[in-house]
């Protein structure tokens, strides 16, 4: 019994000790998640859209490859169930067919588009969030999606879409300049 007295007093001791070099409980701890094939891709999806505290999402998206991957179905249902939740999506995407067909109900849809110019092609999507990363890959023979949670990571790819989106001219212009270089 006193050897039990003895241990517990020790252990008592130690607790402020190990609390202290764990920096407590609400001590941020950056963490990733994996998430294979279609159905994984559709719960990062689900993550971004329902747990979003910030309601807006800034992303980098070739739009031909979600369409590809994904079906328009899908596609349908997110672009009525994200502005539902009142999730604002800007978006650099690849000028493709596509991606001009979404272009045209931007507003419908609470999203502001811009391009990268023809020329440029990914097939993934990369979307900053709150404190949160996503990095979707819609490679055919293995799709997959990754959360990166870590609030240096996920403000640095919001700076660098800002830059970006800075540096594009609005669709508007891309049309008005694409029509004169024909004429």
Excluded: C
């Excluded at 007093?9 to 402020?16: A, C, G, N, S, W």
């Excluded at 998206?61 to 349908?76: D, F, Q, R, S």
């Excluded at 507003?107 to 391009?115: A, G, N, P, S, V």
């Amino acid at each position: 019994q006193e050897k039990l007295v003895a241990d517990i007093e020790r252990t008592e001791e130690l607790v402020p000790t190990l609390e202290r070099l764990r920096g407590g409980e609400a001590r941020y701890r950056p963490n990733m998640q994996y998430f294979g094939g279609v159905d994984g891709i559709k719960q990062v999806y689900e993550d971004l859209i329902a747990n979003n505290k910030e309601k807006k999402v800034y992303g980098f998206t070739g739009i031909h490859a979600v369409y590809k991957l994904m079906g328009e179905e899908w596609i349908n249902h997110i672009l009525r169930y994200r502005p539902a939740m009142g999730v604002k999506w800007y978006a650099l995407a690849v000028d493709s067919p596509e991606s001009r067909n979404l272009y045209a109900n931007d507003e419908k849809h609470l999203r502001e588009t811009k391009f990268f110019p023809s020329d440029y092609n990914f097939e993934v999507e990369l979307a900053a969030y709150d404190d949160k990363v996503a990095a979707i890959s819609f490679a055919e023979d293995y799709p997959w999606a990754m959360i990166i949670n870590d609030k240096k990571i996920a403000e640095t790819i919001k700076e660098i879409f800002r830059y970006v989106h800075k540096t594009l001219p609005s669709p508007k212009n891309q049309v008005a300049d694409a029509t004169e270089s024909k004429a």
